[in-house]
């Protein structure tokens, strides 16, 4: 799916869309859990951020991405509400062009991002269940 990290390839990718009609798009950007892994009580090691399950990021499922951490560490996870995350890789997100007029991103229960026709093609996080297109 498509991953758009900046603007003008946000711009390009909303061109392409406009000449499928209204059609609402999938891109590659999932909510995951937003952990870190620090060491057991008596265990070595420095704290780091927890691993994102690659097949967890491409699942259709109602939830976060979830991560892990190694053996000897515990994972402990903010309040934030989680973070947005590219599929392919687990990248965090630098650039995004949320529809900011419906106030984007929600959140739970949505984890999955779209261009939304309805708001210009910015952003829109979704249910990860509902059936749209993909961009790839």
Request: glycine share 12%.
């Amino acid at each position: 799916m498509a991953e758009p990290q900046s603007h003008s390839e946000h711009n390009f990718l909303s061109s392409q869309a406009r000449k499928y009609g209204a059609n609402n798009w999938w891109l590659g950007l999932r909510l995951t859990e937003d952990c870190r892994c620090e060491p057991r009580r008596g265990g070595g090691g420095r704290a780091y951020d927890a691993t994102i399950n690659a097949a967890d990021l491409r699942n259709r499922h109602n939830d976060y991405a979830h991560t892990s951490c190694r053996p000897g560490f515990q994972k402990r996870c903010g309040g934030g509400g989680g973070a947005w995350r590219w599929v392919s890789d687990g990248r965090p997100a630098r650039y995004s062009a949320w529809n900011r007029a419906t106030g984007e991103p929600h959140g739970p229960p949505e984890y999955c991002a779209t261009m939304w026709t309805k708001a210009g093609y910015n952003w829109g996080d979704w249910r990860c269940s509902l059936r749209v297109s993909k961009i790839f």
